[in-house]
């Protein structure tokens, strides 16, 4: 496709289950990034990975959030044990651009998670 | 890490008029600030950046003045249409590092 990709784009779950999101950026883009964003609010970076490497995951909330891009391009966001105050929407981001080049983030239409 | 401010909170324009929206920084080393849009429901997205060998950028209607003495930056929107009624975010990057920080945002909302 032409642009960033997430599914699902709604999540409910029961408080405690684990939850998996997947982020399919854009074709060729070395840079990805997921965001966190609650109602009302700005994106609240989470982690980023150039290609498959993980280079700073230091906004992850707690460890029950864990994300991994193995062949650098899918990523999947996966947060175990949900607990309400993670209701939010998960947004995606992918660059051109490897770390230092800083550059347009081209964001994915996010997956809303309810957690009941 | 980057911290940044962004006022106001909401701002309600008439039709025609202008909009200024105002960024904060703290990072003296950040060299590039965006401005994204992002629609009810939809996702964000980019429209102006400048990076920090200028002071002013221009794109239409839209604008992006930077002082980096004072550590701040505004975006203009000129002859405002309802169509520009959205929220908007500005953003600075972290230290040596790719991600950005973004504001609390801005809604801004256009009076036919």
């Known amino acids: 496709g032409a642009g960033v990709s997430q599914s699902p784009r709604y999540k409910v779950a029961k408080r405690g289950q684990d939850v998996a999101l997947r982020c399919d950026p854009i074709?060729?883009?070395?840079?990805l990034f997921w965001y966190q964003q609650a109602l009302g609010q700005g994106p609240e970076f989470l982690t980023y990975?150039?290609?498959?490497?993980?280079?700073?995951k230091s906004g992850l909330p707690s460890d029950r959030f864990f994300a991994e891009r193995p062949e650098g391009s899918v990523s999947t966001l996966k947060i175990q044990r949900t607990q309400q105050e993670d209701s939010a929407v998960y947004l995606c981001?992918?660059?051109?651009?490897?770390?230092?080049?800083?550059?347009?983030?081209?964001f994915g239409e996010g997956s809303r998670l309810t957690v009941l | 890490g980057e911290n940044v401010e962004q006022h106001p909170s909401t701002l309600s324009v008439q039709e025609g008029d202008s909009a200024v929206i105002k960024c904060t920084y703290s990072?003296?080393?950040?060299?590039?600030f965006p401005w994204y849009k992002q629609e009810l429901g939809k996702r964000p997205q980019l429209i102006i950046d400048?990076?920090?060998?200028?002071g002013e950028k221009k794109d239409q209607r839209i604008a992006v003045t930077l002082n980096k003495t004072a550590k701040h930056f505004s975006l203009h929107i000129t002859e405002t249409q309802p169509e520009d009624s959205a929220v908007y975010f500005c953003?600075?990057?972290?230290?040596?590092?790719?991600?950005?920080?973004f504001g609390t945002g801005t809604r801004l909302t256009v009076i036919p």
């Open positions: 981001a992918s660059s051109l651009g490897g770390a230092g080049d800083t550059g347009e983030l081209f």
């Open positions: 074709s060729g883009h070395v840079s």
């Open positions: 990975f150039q290609n498959e490497a993980q280079l700073d």
């Open positions: 990072d003296s080393a950040s060299n590039y």
């Open positions: 400048i990076r920090s060998n200028v």
């Open positions: 953003a600075a990057p972290a230290t040596g590092a790719n991600n950005l920080f």
